[in-house]
């Protein structure tokens, strides 16, 4: 049986709001990335901190702007019920099912991953994370956390609230514990002392490369407003959620990447990454119970996205568009949940883990169409804010300068600056490296093709609907 309304129950409060921006924020990106940042950055500390620090702003600069968004619209999710309300019900559509196909399973589906990899880890640090066994644990993880927020959405909630209570142990002892010790040992003390030093050698060029790393580790926070129908008092708690969540990542990710010093020199850190500073300081069953924490993290951080991602279909299903509106609109009676969306939403998380896999094989299977997921999807989405941003200041300028222009202008102008990074970073800097030897690489066209491709597609089912 179905719920012959259609709606959603207010079900989640303002801790749950806050620790679904902490949560989805913060989960494999802060581990992995910090290795990338400094291996983009070539070892300086300055210029990592300065890209973590660059991306937060940007991250909390769009946070502010939804957040005003939030205290006046709330429908199903957030970020499409914006969209509709700046710019139009077509634009709402394209919204919706760019989310649905492209970037909630995209950034689900690398989770998965990322998950699994952390798991073999823990039993053997040599694990082979492109092995058939490695996608075989991601596809369970991602089957597993669809069925917990699919079968019931109140234990999803409460597990995302224990998983960012967890994940944060790990980097708390870090920013501690690292901290004092890198400054006993004179690590911390010498990467900031290298780093000076090579200022003047150093290209700046390499902190967009690392800006486009810490994306990734910054992005999620647009998936609270997801949960917007079903939150207590949305246009209070979300807005709040929004804005504190954000600051307190933005000081988090910082001090937890000058933390790392404390355990490894940078060298180190840029072969090995994070685990062996956890180990190097607590040792190796320290350090292997600071690591279940990560997995912890990591799975808490997917289950945030797959709560996102079964819902994405119902958002656009409920505002009857998109292949069989009255399907996937449909609410269960008993979990109160979209199932048919969530299964729709899954189908999409698997196609994405599927290419994510052989896109990262050591032989990619499908050669110049073989690009990141993991970072890419956010350079659309960033665009995809312009025009909203632009048509709320059309709307509204009027009636506060500062909140309704001078904040949404900031906004357009950090997206316009995410999408020269990641152009950058995965465009002319790729190009310009297999130019060198002879070869062609321009990731971040090929992505765009496949971005037109599955919004035509889109187009198409909009069309035919309306019809």
């Not at 760019?98 to 589906?109: D, E, L």
């Not at 993991?374 to 059309?394: D, K, N, R």
Request: proline share 3%; net charge positive; glycine share 8%.
């Amino acid at each position: 049986m179905n719920n012959q309304n259609n709606q959603l129950e207010k079900r989640y409060g303002l801790f749950t709001a806050i620790c679904m921006v902490v949560g989805i924020v913060i989960g494999s990106g802060v581990f992995f990335k910090a290795q990338d940042i400094l291996n983009y950055t070539n070892g300086n500390m300055l210029f990592g901190i300065l890209a973590w620090l660059i991306g937060g702003v940007v991250m909390v600069i769009c946070a502010f702007n939804f957040a005003k968004f939030a205290t006046k619209y709330s429908k199903v999710n957030g970020v499409v019920d914006y969209a509709e309300a700046a710019v139009g019900e077509k634009y709402a559509y394209l919204m919706g099912w760019f989310v649905s196909t492209i970037y909630y399973p995209a950034m689900t589906s690398v989770l998965a991953w990322v998950s699994a990899r952390y798991t073999l880890v823990l039993f053997d640090a040599n694990a082979d994370i492109t092995s058939g066994l490695c996608m075989a644990l991601g596809a369970f993880y991602l089957v597993a956390i669809y069925a917990i927020n699919v079968l019931s959405p109140k234990i999803a909630g409460k597990l995302q609230v224990s998983a960012t209570v967890i994940k944060l142990i790990p980097l708390a002892i870090m920013i501690v514990v690292g901290t004092i010790v890198g400054l006993v040992n004179g690590n911390t003390t010498e990467a900031f002392v290298q780093s000076v030093k090579s200022m003047g050698d150093g290209d700046f060029m390499s902190v967009f490369a690392g800006v486009a790393a810490a994306a990734f580790a910054y992005e999620g926070w647009i998936i609270a407003t997801s949960v917007n129908a079903e939150l207590k008092d949305s246009k209070k708690n979300l807005p709040i959620a929004l804005v504190a969540g954000t600051i307190l990542i933005v000081v988090v990710y910082i001090l937890y990447f000058i933390g790392l010093t404390g355990g490894a020199s940078v060298e180190v850190l840029m072969t090995q990454g994070a685990t062996t500073a956890f180990k190097n300081i607590f040792g190796n069953i320290g350090g292997t119970i600071l690591n279940v924490f990560i997995v912890v993290s990591c799975l808490g951080t997917l289950n945030g996205l797959m709560l996102a991602s079964v819902r994405a279909p119902y958002s656009i299903a409920v505002r009857n568009h998109g292949p069989k509106p009255e399907t996937f609109a449909e609410v269960d009676n008993k979990t109160n949940m979209p199932s048919n969306s969530g299964v729709l939403g899954l189908l999409f998380c698997a196609c994405w883990f599927f290419y994510f896999y052989a896109a990262n094989l050591t032989a990619p299977i499908f050669g110049l169409f073989s690009f990141d997921s993991s970072e890419l999807p956010i350079i659309t989405i960033y665009g995809m804010y312009i025009p909203i941003f632009i048509m709320f200041i059309a709307k509204e300028g009027k009636k506060d300068v500062f909140k309704n222009i001078v904040m949404p202008v900031l906004g357009i102008i950090a997206c316009a600056f995410m999408m020269f990074v990641a152009v950058y970073a995965h465009g002319i800097k790729p190009y310009l490296a297999a130019a060198a030897e002879g070869k062609f690489a321009f990731p971040v066209l090929f992505y765009l093709i496949v971005y037109v491709v599955i919004m035509g597609i889109g187009l198409v089912c909009y069309k035919k609907k309306s019809k």
